[in-house]
């Protein structure tokens, strides 16, 4: 079964600070895709990014960078120079290939960042 | 605009008294399906289902009801809703389940508070 688990529930920092959201998954399957999720506080689900499996190259996306380790099941989310509307719950998720899967997404627990002036 | 619509946005109701939730999709997807969020739990797969007339059971299907008579539309029923369901809900949708590369759209957003 998928499992993926966020042990920090809630992270708070002072703008300008870097800050690492760690994301640990399970899976059975060699093959699975990596996402996350950024919720502010209206609500809604902005996709972040998709990673799959075969794919271990870290990526950079402005102040965002991801750091993907199939050694450690890992799939840690940084954002650099942490701004105020940073503050959101982020998401990691995981999806297994196929199966009884069903394209299912399986989520984490959720970190609460708080972003401080 | 391609979207996923979710109707009501918010819900407040009382113990027993059923209600429904609307989700509606514009892309032609094939998959469709619900989640709820509980502080501290994440998101978790109520109900999915792959095409029309195919409904599945997630991981807490206890409580609710799906149908899917239309490939559009795919609403989840509380017929006796009690206060452990109040708690935000997503459908999302994609193109189609079961391969490896799944794009979910997410709705908005239900916030339903049982009394």
């Known amino acids: 079964a998928q499992k993926v688990t966020q042990a920090q529930t809630e992270i708070s920092v002072v703008e300008k600070e870097d800050v690492t959201l760690d994301c640990v998954y399970e899976t059975r399957d060699t093959t699975y895709y990596l996402f996350w999720y950024k919720q502010p506080p209206s609500g809604e689900l902005v996709f972040l990014i998709r990673?799959?499996?075969?794919?271990?190259q870290n990526e950079i996306s402005g102040r965002y960078s991801w750091n993907f380790q199939k050694s450690t099941s890992s799939f840690n989310f940084t954002i650099t120079a942490s701004q105020v509307v940073d503050s959101a719950v982020y998401f990691c998720?995981?999806?297994?290939?196929?199966?009884?899967?069903?394209?299912?997404?399986?989520f984490g627990q959720g970190t609460i960042l708080t972003v401080h002036p | 605009e391609a979207q996923v619509t979710q109707n009501p946005r918010y819900l407040i109701t009382v113990t027993g008294k059923k209600l429904t939730v609307t989700c509606s999709q514009n892309m032609n997807h094939e998959y469709m399906s619900w989640y709820r969020q509980d502080p501290g739990l994440g998101l978790r797969q109520i109900y999915y289902s792959m095409n029309v007339e195919v409904t599945d059971k997630g991981d807490v299907p206890e409580g609710y009801k799906v149908s899917r008579k239309e490939k559009r539309n795919f609403p989840l029923i509380l017929e006796s809703p009690s206060p452990n369901q109040t708690s935000l809900y997503f459908c999302?949708?994609?193109?189609?389940?079961?391969?490896?590369?799944?794009?979910?759209?997410f709705g908005p957003g239900t916030r339903l508070t049982v009394l």
């Open positions: 998720a995981l999806s297994e290939g196929g199966g009884t899967s069903y394209g299912k997404l399986t």
């Open positions: 990673r799959n499996s075969f794919d271990e």
């Open positions: 999302a949708s994609s193109l189609r389940g079961g391969l490896i590369y799944n794009e979910q759209f």
